[in-house]
């Protein structure tokens, strides 16, 4: 019996359309008919007359002759009857632009192979543009895809690509014990019993979970196809019970909440015009909860115990082992369960087969009943009112709340092995004890079964006092805030900033959060729209604010450097203090009406900075900027008398070879640097220029940053590729790198090659202060320490080969000051594109450096360099200048002088840098100088930024944060950037065009206007040391210099 017709295709040819087949001529039995004079593609043909092509994992059909105005959309509606679509690419064709090609992938197989005639015939859904039926030559691929792959531990043994199994049911829920789980939520199978689906993928080393969730979505009741991907490396041990009624379950148990995914139920939603690819992972949402009306979460706040009144409800954050219920009563079943297993323990999974696992059902767990508690209101019944009585409520203070918090949602506590005892000894110890014991498990970061043993075996003094906190440090507590859970952190010790030092009374009512991903893996994806769940979430947050026992901490505000790491801090107010009145105390923000500005100037009170107790106000005197053509040439940078600087140096206790001569600052509105000008400064003064003002506030001390200090400067990826596309060989790099190499070689054995090449460049670590103690010589191998020098040495070369952080021994990094003198040449717009190398037209810049083993000696750096200022994307970002040396600047050191004259300041031209606080790379390293010396510098005039026409409001800031969060490209266009550079070159429009949106990326957090990075300028192939999938061999500096390092 035929079936029927295809609603939006068919085989040309096919029998199973007769009245859509032209004539032909008659075939033989067993031939498909074809047109004539059509071609049927041979190749891979004589599997699928076998049917053999039913086997394969996944299966791909190759189609030529499309309009090259077919979308993705249009190949879903004329294939996806055929089977199940996994992934569709439409491509041009370099013969003929008019046409357009496409491959798809079925997984698994379809039904029918509908390919065989050569041809599929579809009609268009622009029916103007195409009134007639579309005849598409169609044909197999001729790659077989293998379904065996081979078995990572033993070679002799395979293992299929994908393993299926059809599980009866799945369990949620929380390991007890070593031999026990207490099920939270069970999810029948049901139908025909495939409901529930259970695929272990080897190729992919992950195990991934389909099942269905009852939804209601406006007022409708509809199901919802979800899933959960759980990685390989996240599994240590499973655990296989006992058959019951011919059935195992099979158990496992998770340190971190896996990835959870719903399904769109609208297919089409998910296709882009613009889009000439697209995958099944588009229709697969991330989710954050798993309930049955999906709007409850977002009406209450983020806390770690949920508990919603929602029949579907499902704590993925916190119920993190899995059950599986696998049928084991025939043999074939009994085959595929130990097939499983077999995989898993190819991976280093081991499975644990224990007869006396119990699994049981089980309720949320008692420990939130009896400290969890707020005031009846009158809506509670009498029995209700009961519950909050006195003797069933457990008081602890907050900071043993707070801690025993950081036990649980980091998993070293389990929430259902506390009983009432528990927190009865911890509320009837002293405080502090009792939170030492908590901080102590923290530490230790081990699961512990038994709570009570933490309590009977320590030996902590409850009069111990803390060590005391340095003035300027203050202790902050920190929460994560993942797409599943919260996860808390035991209080530490930072820098302060000017609100914690203000509010210090109520130090323990901040709370700076994060938002990353599961597991703290980083931050959370951007550019895909599949991402919506988890920023509802944020928003969430900043809305509803986050609960820890009776306190709420409500959304407070955020600057640049927490918005780079998704973070903000919020405050739990008191009757005193709003989140309001914080804000009021730190300035007048009123005329500002950009919102991303706001949201700056009010992070600009969150920067980290040192109080000066030696000076309590300076003297302050405005002085005019310096400005032509439109450009300002001091731009954040004013002037400090030499015995403030002085007064800092001491209040700091500075560790330096001679005192800075130059500070970041911040002090009330006003930000930026401050240069020593001994001449032009009275003894407690400071000037301060009309850029660096950013705000009114009642807040005028003077606090600081940091102070200039010399380092030396390492190429990256993005200036060996733009030094390489002015002229600079590949042999430049490659002797750095040789150095480089055989320094650390004989940094293993000689101790003063390892101090030099550690004192030269960052030791966080304190390695050369333990080398210089003796802990390593010819007599004594201390093997800590020769152990630390090696991992120093292996994260050097690892980030030697992934960055190419190739150290220049000739080169310096610092901050960038400004010429006051107005001796220093400038920049002349009349060089740019010109092939003139003559020095005396140069910009000049002044650089005087410390000498670290020999106080108050310095080393004036002149003759031709090159200057830039990290990233540098554009070829114009890297500048020929030329170091001289100027009497007027012997006063400044470990800082690197910009001219005042000029057409346009020389900051400015490297990747739009500024002088309130930027740092600069000024190498003078021979071999590192272009051929090219004036290529034109790019634009860097930020665009108009989007202003408000009333006042900027809290829910403008909350907002702009998950915004942000959302649209902030900067990581993806850089990638892009270097990946089109190795390919194209910097040079090319495309690079260009990426250099410009970088910028405007990087100007975001200012404007408000984000950068959108099109599907174009996203690179379809990438160069080997990249480490990406569809690579090619890179012939470039940075793919020698990656092939040269061995890890």
């Known amino acids: 019996m035929s079936s029927k017709r295809p609603p939006d295709g068919l085989s040309?040819?096919?029998?199973?359309?007769?009245?859509?087949?032209?004539?032909?001529?008659?075939?033989?039995?067993?031939?498909?008919?074809?047109?004539?004079?059509?071609?049927?593609?041979?190749?891979?043909?004589?599997?699928?007359?076998?049917?053999?092509?039913?086997?394969?994992?996944?299966?791909?059909?190759?189609?030529?002759?499309?309009?090259?105005?077919?979308?993705?959309?249009?190949?879903?509606?004329?294939?996806?009857?055929?089977?199940?679509?996994?992934?569709?690419d439409i491509y041009e064709t370099q013969r003929n632009p008019n046409i357009s090609n496409a491959k798809i992938r079925f997984e698994p197989p379809p039904e029918r192979n509908f390919w065989y005639t050569g041809s599929y015939v579809v009609r268009h859904h622009d029916r103007k543009q195409h009134p007639k039926q579309i005849e598409i030559s169609i044909k197999l691929s001729n790659h077989v895809p293998p379904g065996f792959l081979k078995s990572p531990v033993h070679p002799d043994r395979t293992c299929p690509v994908k393993l299926t199994l059809y599980p009866a049911a799945i369990h949620f829920g929380s390991?007890?014990?070593?031999?026990?789980?207490?099920?939270?939520?069970?999810?029948?199978?049901?139908?025909?019993?495939?409901?529930?689906?259970?695929?272990?993928?080897?190729?992919?080393?992950?195990?991934?979970?389909?099942?269905?969730?009852?939804?209601?979505?406006?007022?409708?009741?509809?199901?919802?196809?979800?899933?959960?991907?759980?990685?390989?490396?996240?599994?240590?041990?499973?655990?296989?019970?006992?058959?019951?009624?011919?059935?195992?379950?099979?158990?496992?148990?998770?340190?971190?909440?896996?990835?959870?995914?719903?399904?769109?139920?609208?297919?089409?939603?998910?296709?882009?015009?613009?889009?000439?690819?697209?995958?099944?992972?588009?229709?697969?949402?991330?989710?954050?909860?798993?309930?049955?009306?999906?709007?409850?979460?977002?009406?209450?706040?983020?806390?770690?115990?949920?508990?919603?009144?929602?029949?579907?409800?499902?704590?993925?954050?916190?119920?993190?082992?899995?059950?599986?219920?696998?049928?084991?009563?025939?043999?074939?079943?009994?085959?595929?369960?130990?097939?499983?297993?077999?995989?898993?323990?190819?991976?280093?999974?081991?499975?644990?087969?224990?007869?006396?696992?119990?699994?049981?059902?089980?309720?949320?767990?008692?420990?939130?009943?009896?400290?969890?508690?707020?005031a009846p209101t009158e809506g509670h019944n009498a029995l209700q009112m009961l519950q909050?009585?006195?003797?069933?409520?457990?008081?602890?203070?907050?900071?043993?709340?707070?801690?025993?918090?950081?036990?649980?949602?980091?998993?070293?506590?389990?929430?259902?092995?506390?009983?009432?005892?528990?927190?009865?000894?911890?509320?009837?110890?002293?405080?502090?004890?009792?939170?030492?014991?908590?901080?102590?498990?923290?530490?230790?970061?081990?699961?512990?079964?038994?709570?009570?043993?933490?309590?009977?075996?320590?030996?902590?003094?409850?009069?111990?006092?803390?060590?005391?906190?340095?003035?300027?440090?203050?202790?902050?507590?920190?929460?994560?805030?993942?797409?599943?859970?919260?996860?808390?952190?035991?209080?530490?010790?930072?820098?302060?900033?000017?609100?914690?030092?203000?509010?210090?009374?109520?130090?323990?009512?901040?709370?700076?959060?994060?938002?990353?991903?599961?597991?703290?893996?980083?931050?959370?994806?951007?550019?895909?729209?599949?991402?919506?769940?988890?920023?509802?979430?944020?928003?969430?947050?900043?809305?509803?604010g986050v609960r820890i026992g009776d306190r709420f901490y409500e959304f407070l505000a955020f600057g640049n450097s927490q918005l780079?790491?998704?973070?903000?801090?919020?405050?739990?107010?008191?009757?005193?203090?709003?989140?309001?009145?914080?804000?009021?105390?730190m300035g007048q923000f009123s005329h500002i009406k950009v919102v991303a500005k706001y949201a700056a100037r009010l992070g600009q009170c969150f920067s980290t900075t040192r109080e000066l107790h030696a000076i309590s106000a300076p003297a302050t005197q405005q002085i005019p900027d310096i400005e032509r053509n439109?450009?300002?040439?001091?731009?954040?940078?004013?002037?400090?008398?030499?015995?403030?600087?002085?007064?800092?140096?001491?209040?700091?206790?500075?560790?330096?070879?001679?005192?800075?001569?130059?500070?970041?600052?911040?002090?009330?509105?006003?930000?930026?640097?401050?240069?020593?000008?001994?001449?032009?400064?009275?003894?407690?003064?400071?000037?301060?220029?009309?850029?660096?003002?950013?705000?009114?506030?009642?807040?005028?001390?003077?606090?600081?940053?940091?102070?200039?200090?010399?380092?030396?400067?390492?190429?990256?990826?993005?200036?060996?590729?733009?030094?390489?596309?002015?002229?600079?060989?590949?042999?430049?790099?490659?002797?750095?790198?040789?150095?480089?190499?055989?320094?650390?070689?004989?940094?293993?054995?000689?101790?003063?090659?390892?101090?030099?090449?550690?004192?030269?460049?960052?030791?966080?670590?304190?390695?050369?202060?333990?080398?210089?103690?003796?802990?390593?010589?010819?007599?004594?191998?201390?093997?800590?320490v020769v152990n630390v020098l090696k991992l120093w040495r292996s994260w050097s070369l690892k980030l030697l080969k992934e960055k190419a952080r190739i150290q220049v021994q000739k080169s310096a990094f610092v901050l960038g000051c400004v010429d006051e003198t107005g001796t220093l040449r400038g920049h002349s717009s009349e060089t740019e594109g010109s092939e003139d190398k003559a020095t005396d037209r140069l910009p000049q810049i002044f650089i005087q450096l410390s000498d670290a083993t020999h106080y108050n000696k310095t080393q004036v750096i002149s003759g031709v360099c090159i200057i830039g200022r990290n990233p540098s994307l554009h070829p114009g970002d890297i500048r020929v200048v030329?170091?001289?040396?100027?009497p007027a600047l012997h006063h400044l050191r470990d800082v690197v002088v910009f001219p005042s004259t000029g057409d346009q300041p020389v900051p400015n031209m490297l990747s739009g840098g500024d002088l309130d606080g930027d740092d600069f790379f000024v190498i003078w390293e021979p071999t590192l100088i272009p051929r090219r010396w004036n290529y034109p510098p790019m634009n860097y005039l930020a665009p108009k930024p989007i202003e408000l026409d009333r006042d900027v409001t809290v829910d403008d800031l909350r907002n702009f944060f998950v915004k942000y969060l959302k649209n902030d490209k900067l990581p993806l266009i850089a990638t892009s950037h270097l990946a089109f550079s190795d390919d194209l070159g910097p040079m090319s429009p495309k690079c260009l065009e990426l250099a410009e949106l970088h910028s405007k990326a990087v100007d975001y957090p200012k404007t408000g206007d984000p950068a959108v990075l099109r599907r174009d300028q996203q690179p379809r192939k990438w160069p080997h040391f990249m480490e990406k999938k569809n690579s090619y061999t890179s012939r470039k500096a940075l793919g020698v210099i990656f092939d040269k390092v061995k890890v």
């Open 12 to 88: 040309k040819g096919s029998q199973q359309n007769p009245k859509h087949q032209r004539r032909s001529k008659r075939c033989r039995p067993g031939q498909p008919k074809v047109r004539r004079n059509h071609t049927i593609n041979l190749d891979g043909l004589a599997p699928q007359l076998h049917g053999q092509w039913k086997t394969w994992p996944e299966l791909t059909i190759h189609l030529e002759g499309l309009p090259t105005s077919v979308t993705t959309s249009n190949l879903w509606d004329w294939f996806s009857h055929e089977g199940e679509i996994a992934y569709m």
């Open 882 to 886: 030329e170091a001289v040396d100027c």
């Open 564 to 585: 780079r790491v998704n973070g903000a801090y919020f405050f739990c107010p008191t009757e005193h203090l709003s989140c309001d009145d914080i804000r009021r105390w």
């Open 388 to 544: 909050y009585s006195p003797d069933s409520i457990v008081h602890l203070p907050f900071e043993i709340r707070y801690q025993l918090e950081v036990c649980l949602s980091r998993g070293y506590l389990n929430e259902h092995m506390i009983g009432r005892e528990f927190l009865e000894r911890l509320a009837n110890m002293k405080p502090a004890k009792a939170r030492l014991c908590l901080e102590s498990v923290a530490d230790n970061a081990q699961v512990v079964i038994d709570p009570m043993a933490i309590l009977e075996e320590s030996q902590i003094d409850g009069s111990i006092i803390m060590s005391r906190i340095p003035s300027h440090c203050c202790l902050i507590r920190k929460a994560v805030i993942t797409p599943t859970t919260i996860r808390y952190t035991t209080p530490t010790v930072e820098m302060s900033n000017r609100v914690m030092r203000r509010y210090k009374h109520y130090e323990d009512r901040f709370l700076k959060i994060q938002f990353t991903e599961e597991m703290e893996k980083g931050r959370i994806a951007v550019n895909k729209d599949q991402n919506d769940e988890i920023y509802k979430r944020v928003l969430r947050s900043m809305y509803k």
């Open 175 to 374: 390991l007890t014990g070593e031999k026990s789980m207490k099920i939270m939520k069970s999810i029948p199978g049901m139908g025909n019993g495939r409901s529930l689906k259970l695929e272990l993928s080897p190729k992919y080393q992950r195990l991934t979970v389909f099942f269905p969730i009852p939804s209601v979505a406006g007022g409708n009741r509809t199901e919802r196809q979800h899933k959960v991907v759980i990685d390989f490396s996240s599994m240590k041990n499973v655990y296989q019970t006992a058959a019951v009624d011919n059935c195992c379950t099979l158990v496992v148990p998770l340190k971190t909440p896996p990835q959870y995914y719903w399904k769109t139920p609208d297919i089409h939603s998910t296709f882009s015009d613009e889009t000439k690819n697209w995958s099944v992972m588009e229709s697969w949402n991330r989710a954050t909860n798993i309930v049955q009306h999906a709007g409850l979460p977002m009406m209450y706040p983020v806390t770690l115990h949920n508990d919603f009144q929602d029949s579907e409800f499902v704590d993925i954050g916190r119920w993190t082992t899995l059950g599986f219920v696998l049928d084991g009563g025939t043999e074939i079943a009994s085959q595929v369960n130990q097939q499983l297993v077999s995989i898993l323990d190819d991976f280093n999974i081991t499975t644990k087969v224990q007869d006396d696992f119990k699994t049981v059902h089980g309720t949320k767990a008692k420990m939130w009943e009896y400290i969890d508690h707020q």
């Open 630 to 784: 439109g450009y300002c040439f001091t731009d954040g940078i004013g002037k400090i008398s030499s015995f403030l600087a002085q007064l800092i140096s001491e209040d700091m206790i500075l560790d330096v070879v001679a005192r800075p001569s130059a500070f970041q600052f911040r002090m009330g509105g006003c930000k930026g640097v401050l240069a020593i000008w001994p001449n032009d400064t009275k003894v407690m003064e400071v000037h301060i220029r009309e850029s660096q003002k950013k705000f009114e506030s009642d807040s005028k001390g003077l606090e600081i940053i940091r102070s200039a200090a010399m380092a030396t400067a390492t190429l990256n990826r993005q200036t060996i590729t733009i030094l390489e596309c002015l002229g600079v060989p590949i042999a430049s790099f490659t002797n750095l790198l040789d150095h480089q190499l055989r320094s650390y070689e004989l940094a293993m054995e000689d101790n003063d090659v390892a101090i030099d090449m550690l004192t030269k460049f960052v030791d966080e670590n304190n390695i050369s202060d333990l080398l210089r103690a003796g802990f390593k010589t010819d007599d004594l191998q201390e093997p800590f």
